[in-house]
């Protein structure tokens, strides 16, 4: 028999897969949608950006840290997918990875801004699981923000070196618009059945559109104040 989905937001810590099944489907449908949705997203993200960048990388240097940022992320997959085998999880291949990763990545100017602000987005939802209530979800976010904290400082430093070495504001300009646009639905629609179902069991703490508005901020910084770039309109088509 499955626990009632509490009353108030769950402030509890379930141990492991044991003690979260012993809570009930709900519970595990609610970690279980987290975790299978980076196994999806962790992997489509090396294969389509960070594997194929490799090739696009200038130099040896450049090349060899896109070889460790693909490892690395391959390594997520992994490790999400082991969180996933641990909770009797269906196949978490069988969904869709996210619509980001339809974006054909093209040169080595589109990686670098992506790497600084795409990962930024992963940084943030990341961030919010190091209080989840799942706890080998809560301890394996924390063991990973650092590697992608990495990410996002590799994409500033190089997009800042390209800008320096007379890579055109116009290209990098570009560059950003199409990134921060298609980064923004990364977060889920404003209203969202699963983000609350998320909030209830306590494997998040904020809304979708919160996650959404640290990302605008946060970006911004970056793209006004350390770039002294434009930073494109955010409308509200993505909100409905």
């Known amino acids: 028999m499955s626990a009632p989905a509490p009353e108030r937001p769950f402030d509890g810590v379930v141990a492991g897969p044991t003690e979260a099944h012993a809570l009930g489907p709900d519970y595990v449908a609610a ?33 060899w840290l896109a070889c ?7 390594g997520h997959h992994l490790r999400f997918a082991r969180l996933a085998a641990e909770l009797e999880l ?5 969904g869709r ?21 795409v990962d930024l987005a992963e940084v943030i939802l990341m961030e919010d699981l190091t209080a989840c209530s799942y706890l080998p979800l809560r301890e394996l976010a924390a063991k990973l923000l650092p590697e992608e904290r990495f990410h996002v400082s590799f994409g500033k ?6 800008a320096d070495s007379g890579t055109t504001a116009a290209e990098l300009q570009a560059a950003v ?27 998040k703490h904020v809304t979708n ?23 494109p309109d955010v ?6």
């Open 31 to 63: 970690a279980g949608k987290v975790i299978a949705s980076h196994v999806r997203n962790e992997l489509a993200g090396a294969a389509v950006f960070d594997e194929p960048a490799i090739a696009l990388a200038p130099g040896p240097r450049e090349k």
């Open 209 to 231: 559109d919160q996650t959404r508005w640290q990302f605008i901020e946060r970006s911004r910084q970056f793209v006004e104040g350390e770039l002294g770039l434009s930073y």
């Open 68 to 74: 460790r940022i693909a490892m690395e992320e391959y």
């Open 90 to 94: 269906p196949d978490p291949l069988a």
């Open 97 to 117: 990875p996210l619509s980001v990763f339809d974006y054909p990545l093209s040169t080595w100017v589109e990686f670098v801004v992506l790497k600084a602000i």
């Open 157 to 162: 430093s190089q997009t800042r070196q390209l």
């Open 235 to 240: 409308g509200s088509e993505w909100l409905v």
């Open 177 to 203: 618009d199409r990134l921060v646009r298609l980064t923004l639905p990364f977060f889920g629609r404003s209203r969202s059945a699963n983000n609350e179902l998320f909030r209830t069991w306590g494997i």
